[in-house]
């Protein structure tokens, strides 16, 4: 029997996430499988000490001093990945796939396994991030003996199947993420970006005018306790675009309507069979497409008067899930069919 071990962030991140999701997938599966929750340091302290990283800043005496800190450490956890039939790298797209940032090559060789990518969608459908990373000489796919996609739509959608690869979408389901009656009517505005900062005025400006009780995201939160503030909202403001959008899964799951200003931002869950990079797109009901203050104002004061704080969480939720099933439920069977070439 197969066992996998998962390569992973600590904290409520979407490799985290994901990898947790997948773990829930295998054990369905009943296949073997281990977290280990701080091996994406582990991967990028297995740099060579020549090779200077191209996409963060630390030192060389800093690199150095890590190397030595986690000696031991780092030892014992090869150790352990030699237990296993295969290796999954739960990270985010592009970082997954920039040179000198983790050391897959140098895993393979010391580890001798198969190591396979999981992220939020293939390169081949994002042409901004191909772009900057072609440039940078950086990889593609093919850096990974396999890989595993949470979406088929990033910038672009992916139209044909591909050799070892396979979409399975995003496992919320063991999570404990469902619709629930909303004791108020609350909007959450997502964390602040760069570049973004007029899109974040404009939305506390009519939420305040509105009178609507708003929880904005700043600072930093454990899993649990963002979780919570999802399961109270009725409403989630993107902040930005999103490559696929974690918070957005989770919101809809918790049966909050997503308001976005651009029906491009939340790239990965447009419905449109031939999505355009940066183009308007197609999204469902329980998404709310704005485009000017006067437009966002007359959305949610029709919203407020409609809203039904048990049924209207339900509607959202029954959105959700029948337009975009594996980005809740996870896709059992596409994991399967790949992971069965592996098996022999």
């Known amino acids: 029997m197969l066992k996998v071990a998962i390569l992973s962030r600590p904290n409520g991140c979407f490799p985290n996430v994901i990898s947790i999701g997948l773990a829930d997938l295998l054990y369905q599966l009943e296949i073997s499988s281990e977290i280990f929750y701080d091996a994406i340091p582990f991967l990028m302290r297995m740099l060579p000490m020549n090779e200077k990283p191209a996409h963060w800043s630390n030192s060389l005496h800093y690199r150095i001093y890590n190397k030595l800190r986690y000696y031991q450490r780092d030892k014992r956890l090869l150790k352990k990945l030699a237990d296993f039939d295969l290796i999954v790298v739960s990270e985010c797209l592009p970082n997954s796939l920039w040179n000198n940032y983790l050391a897959i090559e140098q ?38 003996d396999f890989n595993l996609f949470v979406s088929e739509v990033i910038e672009e959608r992916l139209q044909h199947k591909i050799r070892n690869r396979a979409v399975i979408g995003l496992n919320l389901e063991h999570a ?33 005018g509105l009178g609507i009780k708003t929880i904005v995201l700043e600072g930093t939160y454990e899993l649990d306790e963002i979780r919570r503030l999802y399961k109270k909202a009725a409403i989630f403001f993107l902040g930005s675009t999103e490559t696929f959008g974690l918070p957005i899964a989770e919101c809809l799951a918790c049966g909050a309507y997503v308001f976005t200003p651009d029906s491009s931002w939340p790239m990965a869950w447009r419905l449109d069979e031939h999505p355009v990079s940066g183009g308007p797109g197609i999204l469902p009901e329980c998404f709310k497409v704005y485009n000017s203050e006067s437009e966002l104002r007359e959305k949610l004061t029709e919203l407020i008067k409609t809203y ?23 896709d059992k069977k596409a994991l399967e069919e790949l992971l069965n070439k592996f098996s022999s």
């Open 107 to 144: 895993l393979r060789k010391k580890s001798n396994k198969k190591i396979g990518s999981y992220n939020d969608g293939s390169i081949d459908v994002a042409p901004g991030h191909r772009q900057r990373l072609m440039s940078m000489s950086d990889k593609g796919d093919e850096r990974y």
């Open 176 to 208: 404990g993420l469902g619709p629930i009656p909303k004791e108020e009517f609350i909007a959450i505005v997502d964390f602040a970006q760069q570049g973004f900062e007029s899109y974040k005025d404009q939305q506390l400006n009519v939420l305040k």
């Open 308 to 330: 039904d704080s048990k049924k209207t969480p339900l509607k959202v939720f029954d959105t959700f899930l029948h337009n975009y099933p594996k980005f809740y439920c996870g």
